[in-house]
């Protein structure tokens, strides 16, 4: 806006410069040069028309960048300016598919999956409408949830239902329901005071880990599930 501004500003001067300086209103007659009334009449519009595009275009170039002018973001809508540098940085590996550099991230806490954006979207629910399908399952790795819904209730199913993606939505689905199997199976064999809180220290880690161990080895549990509860209790 400010730079739209910056040009009106700039093409108002040049054409009240132009109308002053260079437009000549006079015609040439058998006396002499004398003033032709119509040309004096064009002279003003021009001057006029110049003096406001330029005004417009001065308050456009000033204020024109402050903040979002009152308004209430859309869900979902995340702009660059709103983010923190590791958050861009983030942002840039969901956009340009660098699985690498995100997960690298995830692992070093920079950022974490189910962080919420100042849109009020989260990493998961962003990655699905930016259709990155390739960071869409490290998201999922490190504890992201599919089901997690956002101020107008839409979760990151609901996202790929919107965009008519079946497929992503079937695994998200499924993703989903592996977890509700996980917490389910978690408060039946750890007990609701375990299983509600992190761990406290090793040991109840190394406990925790040895009875999720048990419930993938009786089949109550996929090796994905699994991996995705023990990274999680690692991480707590």
């Not at 997690?148 to 209730?153: E, L, Q």
Request: charged share 20%.
């Amino acid at each position: 806006m400010r730079v739209f501004g910056a040009v009106m500003t700039l093409a108002g001067i040049l054409l009240a410069g132009f109308a002053f300086f260079v437009f000549d209103p006079s015609i040439e007659t058998s006396g002499g040069r004398v003033n032709n009334i119509g040309l004096l009449q064009t002279q003003q519009n021009m001057l006029i028309v110049g003096c406001v595009v330029g005004a417009i275009g001065a308050l456009l170039a000033a204020f024109g960048g402050l903040g979002n002018g009152g308004k209430v973001r859309p869900a979902g809508k995340v702009a660059p300016e709103d983010l923190s540098v590791r958050q861009r940085t983030f942002l840039d590996a969901i956009r340009y598919s660098k699985v690498p550099l995100a997960k690298s991230m995830l692992e070093l806490g920079h950022v974490r999956a189910d962080d919420k954006l100042p849109g009020d979207h989260d990493w998961l629910q962003l990655a699905v409408k930016l259709k990155a399908r390739t960071i869409i399952p490290v998201l999922l790795e490190f504890g992201a949830s599919p089901s997690r819904p956002d101020s107008v209730g839409k979760t990151a199913i609901k996202i790929a239902d919107e965009l008519g993606d079946a497929e992503l939505s079937a695994q998200l689905r499924c993703v989903a329901e592996g977890m509700a199997n996980v917490s389910y199976a978690s408060a039946h064999t750890l007990g609701p005071e375990q299983s509600g809180a992190g761990p406290s220290s090793d040991d109840e880690r190394l406990t925790r880990l040895s009875k999720l161990a048990e419930l993938r080895d009786r089949g109550a549990l996929t090796a994905e599930e699994f991996a995705a509860e023990k990274r999680r209790l690692l991480l707590a």
